[in-house]
């Protein structure tokens, strides 16, 4: 049974079907391509909703099928193949065992380059494994973990998420040496997944990378805004509240549709229970969020360069760039030679402060900081 939440917009994590909007055909796509042996590449920008369908089908193919194991592992804080280790072994090592001991037994037998260790989480009071890797014993581990898991003979779906970080580690061929284990791994399939698009169809459709068409492809889009408005109207009205139509397709269209933003706002809206639902309401929340922010984005605008950020400014003005380079655009901001906008660019998109839309035009990657930025600032120059 659903726990029942004193807030059902979620700002991040799963709870249940009961919190989660739509994606029933997205979700029954990839259970479909699991069940039947494909691994798959899922793609989409940042905030629009990936890991919560991937997490959506993990609970989906769970409640079909509870003998089947599921591991989400988010490879964003990673660096180099010593992180992807760590938190590949920790997340694979123990699942595929009936109890924490018995699977230290086996770790303890089977793996040469861990150092294995129990401890009781002092919230739960239950054991959990520790893991310490020897250093340089990397590779030989990872191949042992992926052994363990062919071994085992168990049905597995394991989701790699922010996968593209893999070709920014320092070390040179993971790629190869990931797919060499992975393509005769038959009981365990996988999803690779991230939000920048142009990396994964580089990894995954380019003849010269290891992962070649190893892949089906499956890129997801926007909830609807009929299918969106549905679902969070019916929570407002268990609140013996009504959210107006026109107030969230004013939301809904101000943030394209994307989820996390959609729900940190009908979030506040739902948390002031006594308001009814305006469009004043709606833009007191968004200020609310702002302010809330106003010393993580000062600090943001501090530690780059002003060239860049003023960069910056000026397509929060703008709101969309489709042109970035075009004189009427360089000189209405008084920005500097177009090679110094393409440098200021470049390193904006690499460092996720900037992002290109599907149709070309460019955007403040947080649509929060961007409204910040120009809300807080007349004119770029």
Known sequence: MDAVLENPFLVSG???????????KEAETLTEMLRNGRNVTLTSPRRIGKTGLIKHTFHLLKTQSPEITTIYIDLFPTAN???????????????????????LRKIMDFFKGLRPSMSIDEVTGKPVLNLDIARGSESST?????????????????????FQQIANYPETNVEALLRSYMQDLHNVQFIFSGSQSHMLQEMF????????????????????????????????????????????????????GYTWYLQMILNRIYAKAQRPIDEALFHECIRDILEENEYYYQHLIRIYPKGQMKLVKAIAKEKKVKEITAGAFIAKYDLTATSSVKGALKRMLDEEIVYQAPDGGYLVYDRFFGEWLDSRFANPR
């Open 14 to 24: 799963y709870e249940s079907p009961t919190y989660f909007c739509d994606r029933k």
């Open 142 to 162: 990872i191949g042992q973990v992926f052994h363990y898991l062919k071994q085992s003979g168990k049905t597995c779906f394991i989701a790699f998420d922010e």
């Open 205 to 256: 459709l380019s003849p010269k990378r290891p992962f070649y068409l190893s892949t089906a492809v499956m890129t997801i889009e926007t909830i609807p805004e009929d299918t969106y408005y549905a679902f969070a109207s019916s929570f407002f009205q268990k609140q013996d509240r009504t959210l107006p139509e026109d107030v969230f397709r004013k939301l809904y269209q101000r943030y394209e």
């Open 81 to 103: 193949l010593s992180d992807f280790t760590q938190v590949f072994a920790s997340a694979v090592l123990g699942q595929l065992d009936s109890s924490p001991v018995k699977a």
